[in-house]
């Protein structure tokens, strides 16, 4: 990575070096200096203290104001895992055992009981609620109302907005299948292909995506070269490196997954097909799936954890990825954990694999972003993937497919946080694939949106 | 004699600044001039150094509106403490520490200070120079909005390093530390840049990994 960063620098050089060519500055300080030694020995120039004190007496006043006005310290919720003490650490995943509930427990007074061998991350915490994503798995969620609470959980692509309600909501990311069981309040509903709808009391929904088009781990191999090599095929479209799975002797049991088609590339990926089903109220959960009326103390949840059996260990993978070794996940654990993990990690977990895994050269990076984009459709994380196999293919060369991706990206998120970089790359991609035409019309979107992005120039000369 | 030979430290290893930017006074007689008051001295020494001493600046800090008067500190500093050089040959290295030293401090008061700016942000110059390309001057800020990020030690070491392109003795000298710590700070310069670029801005983080200019692919 050095000699990359070296490169870096020195491009940063050569531009800074542009700018110093221009010599007024240095004229001005050496008149300065001059002048100085003709009259006194040169002294130090002051800082500039009037604005600085200026905004300051403004910043203390309105700090006083906001302390006087303010019923309530300004401090974002924190929240502590059962068993753990309180912390505000972000986008850390949380995971229960398979054998019981995990309860997290949050200042405000909301809570949420993670069920057996859920996972979820808190994404974000403000001063009136908090984020919560749930990667997998099902989660009941006691929000306590206040003046101005903003709460969410996010469950694939799905978001439930609430102020102050109790609910059960769950996501399968294997069959891409969202549940919600609304217990008390109401509850907003974002997902795709349908406008927000609310839920309430009594209201459940159950919703799954495109299940036909679902993608499954790769199926044991006996014969691995053909099967691999075409499965991979449609994966990446062209020359994007290419991983073959590990081959195994014998089939490997997959209780936990159900059976579905061989894994597909989408490309350009479908819109989701959904199933949705909004049920008219129940009078009652049922019995086991209510949750408590009040949030389980923490104090209890954890002394009765004592007297459970100790929880099986946790998959090596799973705990690299907690503690945030990717390289060590993918260079130490044989492919068969690697492949666990692609199959059964977050979204945002497989970004970061993807990453390292480019790092480190590892062919599987292209693989672990199709999956990603297969396992996790329709979200950012696979919209970010989509972008990131076009930088691949980009880079290997392949322009007209890292277009069809760029392409596929820009469709997806229009003002995602790579949309100004796609778009631009975009251009760049079906000129030097040679196709002017397309190149001529990406051009003009990109000056119509960003005349003064980064790639102007480039699409400026597209034009001419 | 000119300067960078007595000093020993030729700048051909610097990335992409032009061959020929020192004076070609010699750094005892520059140094004996200085210490004998003659009124011409100041100018001189900023003739000798004064460019090299902004592109410093410029690598450590990025485009920064302060610059002018760091540059103006840095040889106010030097003059006034001038009668302290121990060995004159050293001029060059010696004025290099100050510099780095003067910078580091900047960024320091930055920080400390984090959300009192000094400078309104309508003083913050759009692009380095009118004749810099949008892509180039974008790829500038981004970096530095990285740098930004580290600590000044690392983002020091960064920046003599990879962007004015000094070899590990060299920067460690002008860093004022050993070359051990130099190299400490420099390899959590590399993670925290690229753990930073990758937290921050994607697209630079992606253009690192990929960028076929910069280097062999990883």
């Known amino acids: 990575m050095s000699e990359r960063l070296e490169g870096l620098g020195a491009e940063v050089a050569r531009i800074q070096d542009d700018a110093l060519a221009d010599g007024r500055r240095r004229a001005a300080v050496r008149r300065q200096l001059v002048s100085d030694a003709a009259d006194a020995p040169p002294e130090l120039r002051p800082a500039r203290w009037g604005p600085a004190l200026a905004w300051a007496g403004a910043m203390v006043a309105i700090a006083l104001a906001f302390v006087a006005l303010w019923p309530r310290a300004a401090v974002p919720v924190a929240y502590r895992v059962e068993g753990e003490a309180e912390s ?39 001063v009136d609620g908090a984020t919560l994503r749930l990667e997998h798995g099902e989660a009941t ?130 819109e989701p097909s959904a199933e949705a089903e909004l049920k008219p109220a129940q009078n009652e959960p049922a019995p086991e799936a209510s949750p408590p009326e009040e949030p389980e103390p923490i104090a209890e949840a954890a002394s009765s954890d004592a007297a459970t059996e100790a929880a099986p260990p946790q998959p090596a993978w799973q705990t690299l990825l907690v503690e945030g070794k990717h390289r060590e996940l993918l260079t130490a654990l044989g492919p068969d954990q690697v492949e666990q993990a692609i199959w059964q990690a977050g979204p945002n977990d497989l970004i970061d694999l993807g990453a390292e895994a480019r790092q480190l050269g590892d ?78 019309d990406a051009a003009r979107q990109y000056l119509s949106r960003y005349p003064n992005g980064p790639h102007a120039t480039l699409a400026a000369t597209v034009l001419e | 004699m000119s300067v960078s030979d007595a000093m020993g430290w030729l700048d051909e290893k610097a990335a992409g600044q032009p061959a020929v930017e020192e004076s070609v006074f010699d750094d005892a007689a520059l140094v004996e001039l200085l210490r004998s008051g003659d009124p011409n001295a100041p100018a001189r020494f900023f003739d000798a150094y004064g460019r090299y001493v902004e592109r410093l600046l410029v690598r450590v800090l990025g485009q920064d509106p302060d610059i002018e008067d760091l540059l103006h500190d840095v040889f106010a500093e030097a003059l006034g ?16 520490r100050m510099t780095v030293f003067i910078a580091r401090g900047m ?108 280097g062999r692919v990883p």
């Open chain 1, 88 to 126: 505000r650490l972000i986008d850390r995943s949380v995971t229960a055992t398979v054998d019981r509930p995990m309860s997290i427990a949050f200042t405000d007074g909301s809570a949420v009981r993670l069920g057996p061998s859920a996972r979820a991350r808190v994404s974000q915490l403000t």
């Open chain 1, 141 to 270: 969620v006691s929000v306590r109302h206040r003046t101005a609470t903003r709460w969410s959980v996010e469950a694939g692509p799905f978001v439930v907005r609430v102020t102050g309600t109790r609910f059960r909501v769950g996501w399968r990311p294997e069959q891409e299948s969202f549940d919600l069981a609304v217990f008390e309040g109401e509850v907003r509903v974002d997902g795709p292909d349908a406008p927000e709808r609310v839920l309430r009391s009594g209201d459940e929904m159950h919703r799954t995506l495109a299940p036909a088009t679902l993608p499954k781990p790769p199926p044991p191999i006996e014969d691995p070269a053909p099967a691999a090599r075409e499965r991979i095929q449609t994966v990446t479209p062209s020359r994007a490196p290419t991983y073959e799975p590990p081959v195994r002797a014998s089939p490997r049991p997959s209780p936990s997954r159900p059976s579905a088609p061989p894994l597909e590339l989408r490309l350009p990926p479908k």
């Open chain 1, 363 to 440: 062919p599987r990076a292209g693989y672990i972003y199709s999956v990603v984009r297969s396992r996790f459709a329709a979200t950012d994380a696979a919209a970010d993937a989509a972008f990131l196999l076009g930088r691949m293919q980009f880079h290997s060369g392949a322009y007209q497919a890292s277009a069809t991706w760029f392409q596929t990206y820009v469709r997806e998120r229009p003002r995602g946080r790579f949309a100004r970089e796609a778009a631009g790359r975009l251009v760049e991609a079906y000129h030097q694939a040679g196709d002017q035409d397309r190149a001529r």
């Open chain 2, 81 to 96: 403490n001038i009668d302290k050089l121990r060995d004159p040959a050293r001029l060059k290295g010696w004025l290099t």
């Open chain 2, 107 to 214: 960024i320091r008061r930055r920080r400390r200070q984090g959300w009192l700016s000094f400078v309104p942000d309508e003083n913050l110059p759009d692009r380095p120079s009118p004749s810099t390309p949008p892509e180039a001057s974008d790829l500038l800020k981004r970096v530095f909005s990285v740098l930004n990020r580290l600590r000044p030690n690392h983002r020091v070491a960064f920046s003599l390093r990879y962007i004015e392109g000094m070899t590990l003795p060299e920067a460690a000298d002008a860093s004022g530390v050993s070359l051990a710590t130099f190299k400490r700070w420099l390899k959590a310069s590399d993670q925290a840049f690229v753990n930073g670029a990758r937290r921050t801005d994607q697209a630079l983080y992606e253009e690192l990994l990929e960028t076929p200019r910069w």
